[in-house]
């Protein structure tokens, strides 16, 4: 099965303070995202690559940044946190067979803003 | 972008029963539709899925059917086990290569013995 890692997986960081999440898959997928999970919205995309060099940006960008600089590794980057932002991260890769992608996602990062 | 309705949000069943979520969405250029399965403190994981060249789709005990005209689809989980308590996604997505995944807000589906 396809192996995304993330690290840290619980971190607690302080109002304006900045933060990195980072990811990394040993599965040679071009695809990589991050999704925030919260009670009552699922799982709502942030950022997400093509490959190394790219980043777009998703349906709830706004604070945050990404960083794609191999085919390995994808950051996730909030500059100056906030308590909005306490969540769970989940970075996921992607595998596109046919015409459809499955997604493997990593463990999962919870993060409290404080 | 796609908006997926996923209805209930809390699901309880007793063992050995069946257990139905329903997903709706509005993008009539979606179709593909996965289904993902979160137990608690893990990360979510492909159950099943369905194409929008077809009607339904069955892995064992897991039953997924997909109305292209009413833009709905649904999971239907027969003879339902403890292990089957889990929080459920459905979502839906449309292109080729990268694809946007679109997620309902997820089911509780609590299994009672």
């Known amino acids: 099965e396809a192996a995304v890692t993330q690290s840290p997986r619980n971190k607690v960081a302080v109002t304006g303070g900045k933060v990195t999440l980072s990811c990394n898959q040993t599965n040679n997928h071009n695809n990589m995202y991050w999704y925030r999970q919260d009670t009552g919205h699922g799982l709502r995309l942030i950022h997400y690559?093509?490959?190394?060099?790219?980043?777009e940006k998703g349906d709830i960008p706004d604070g945050y940044k990404a960083s794609r600089p191999s085919q390995e590794n994808f950051s996730l980057i909030l500059e100056l946190a906030t308590p909005s932002q306490t969540s769970v991260y989940f970075c996921a890769s992607g595998d596109v067979g046919g015409r459809a992608e499955t997604l493997y996602f990593g463990s999962g990062t919870r993060l409290t803003v404080l | 972008g796609e908006q997926v309705e996923q209805l209930p949000s809390i699901l309880r069943v007793q063992e050995r029963s069946s257990a139905s979520i329903n997903c709706t969405y509005e993008?009539?250029?979606?179709?593909?539709f996965p289904w993902y399965k979160q137990e608690p403190g893990e990360n979510p994981k492909l159950i099943i899925d369905i194409r929008s060249n077809m009607e339904r789709k069955q892995i064992q005990g897991l039953i997924v059917l997909l109305d292209k005209k009413a833009k709905r689809f649904s999971l239907h989980i027969t003879d339902t086990q403890p292990a089957d308590s889990a929080m459920y996604f459905c979502a839906a997505s449309e292109g080729t290569g990268y694809q946007n995944f679109y997620f309902g807000k997820g089911t509780s589906l609590t299994v009672i013995p």
């Open positions: 993008n009539s250029a979606s179709n593909y």
């Open positions: 690559s093509y490959g190394a060099g790219s980043t």
